[in-house]
Nanobody
């Protein structure tokens, strides 16, 4: 079955950077669109970014555009999210999700990102 395992979260100061990874298994990764979504404390799921099968087409929520970069390595079956210039409002649990642009599930167990001084 679909397995998605996120890693790379942590505590970072405002203005800092983190790189999230998502290891995929149980499906044909190179055939699948992939997304990053997040859930801030007390809020619902928010779509963050998506990428097509080959990595040539990407899309971002306005809140992260210009600061976050999504990418993938199909040989390694891994999805990435490079996050720069992090802000306190980026604090959330970040999930990778398989599916068309905007998909929220299936998704992994998530990795916590906390932006605080």
């Amino acid at each position: 079955q679909v397995q998605l395992v996120e890693s790379g979260g942590g505590l970072v100061q405002p203005g800092g950077s983190l790189r999230l990874s998502c290891a995929a298994s149980g499906f044909t990764f190179r055939y699948s669109w992939m997304n990053w979504v997040r859930q801030a404390p007390g809020k619902g799921l928010e779509w963050v970014s998506g990428i097509d099968r080959g990595g040539g087409s990407t899309s971002y929520a306005d809140s992260v555009k210009g600061r976050f970069t999504i990418s993938r390595d199909n040989a390694k079956k891994t999805l990435y999210l490079q996050m720069n210039n992090l802000k306190p409002e980026d604090t959330a649990v970040y999930y990778c999700a398989m599916g068309p642009l905007g998909a929220f599930s299936p998704r992994g167990q998530g990795t916590q990102v906390t932006v605080s001084s």
